[in-house]
């Protein structure tokens, strides 16, 4: 049952407790990553499949999580595209020259996984072969994050430039909405035929759209990119953040599971979107800063919120914080496996 876990509540099938994992469970907050990160660059140890994958299964020598996720960044297709960028350690991803016309569109180049970023699922393979009790989930960026930071040239509060081309030429916003999602289906392909065993859309900023932006230009391509996905037989999950105000449309995504922030309970997201739709979430990253009996009394919190443990994928509403002591993610951890089998047995 471990190793299908985490696939079987994504399904919506019986499992013999939660299964849990955690977004950026590798990376900031563990130390042979921190050692790794002060002699490499970022980009460096994302496109080295070794030290990608070797990210990618120190919390799986830590934790008794139910899957590793692929050490990458959303941003790393973006040279498939033609567009130059580097990652700023303190800001994110940072477009020189951001896209803001029809021009800059049109002249981005045609996207080929397997030529522009091989490594990721070599990376993938490389942690299959080390692996064999847990799963990986691969990953891509939602469209509208991903055009977001293309349209901005970098992290945004406000995205007016986003908005700006949004509503001066839909036309030209839906163009580039289109390339992302062919590129993200690319991707993603890539890496099922790699080995991952589910896959993930981090949507992240997509909460600063409107329901009627949302259903008119992004629900499409969503729908397109998991429709396209669905023949390849992986669970697959969307997440975003800050948008309880697109539940009724993100249900409809086609998605095989809804990514929950901390913002919104689970019950009353179940309640909204339905009992078929697999949960994933959504403790506040900010209460593993906090005593282990803090940890277990929000933890409880959220699992009481799906009494009978269906569906459910125990995770965070966001990512790891990098000041989270790694003792706090392991009881986290095995507190939630714990408690799961008691629910079942209720």
Do not use: C
Not at 79 to 99: E, N, W
Not at 204 to 219: I, K, M
Not at 256 to 263: C, E, F, T
């Amino acid at each position: 049952m471990r190793r299908d876990r985490l696939i079987r509540a994504l399904r919506g099938e019986e499992t013999d407790t939660t299964p849990i994992w955690l977004m950026r469970q590798a990376g900031r907050h563990l130390p042979r990553y921190r050692a790794m990160r002060a002699a490499h660059p970022i980009l460096e140890i994302a496109r080295d499949p070794e030290m990608a994958a070797e990210v990618t299964l120190e919390p799986l020598q830590r934790y008794d999580v139910d899957a590793g996720v692929v050490f990458a960044d959303i941003s790393l297709p973006f040279a498939g595209l033609g567009v130059p960028f580097s990652i700023d350690p303190g800001r994110g991803p940072v477009i020189p020259h951001p896209l803001r016309s029809r021009a800059d569109v049109e002249a981005l180049t045609e996207f080929d996984a397997r030529a522009s970023v091989p490594f990721v699922g070599h990376a993938i393979e490389r942690f299959l072969e080390r692996e064999s009790e847990r799963p990986i989930i691969g990953f891509a960026g939602g469209p509208f994050t991903l055009a977001s930071y293309l349209i901005e040239g970098g992290p945004s509060r406000e995205y007016a430039e986003t908005k700006r081309l949004l509503y001066a030429d839909p036309g030209t916003f839906d163009r580039l909405i289109e390339r992302l999602e062919r590129m993200t289906v690319d991707y993603l392909r890539m890496q099922s035929d790699s080995g991952a065993a589910a896959l993930q859309l981090f949507d992240t900023w997509v909460g600063a759209v409107s329901p009627a932006v949302f259903e008119r230009h992004l629900l499409p391509a969503l729908q397109r990119i998991f429709a396209a996905l669905r023949p390849l037989h992986r669970p697959t999950i969307y997440f975003s953040t800050g948008s309880a105000h697109l539940l009724d449309l993100l249900r409809r995504t086609g998605a095989d599971a809804l990514g929950v922030d901390w913002r919104e309970p689970l019950g009353r997201v179940r309640s909204r979107v339905g009992p078929d739709l697999a949960l994933q979430g959504n403790l506040d990253p900010g209460v593993l800063l906090a005593s282990p009996e803090a940890v277990r009394q929000e933890a409880q919190r959220v699992l009481d919120e799906i009494p009978d443990g269906r569906a459910h994928v125990f995770n965070l509403g966001h990512g790891v914080l990098p000041e989270t002591d790694p003792e706090r993610v392991r009881e986290l951890v095995d507190y939630v496996h714990a408690a799961g089998r008691q629910q079942r047995k209720r």
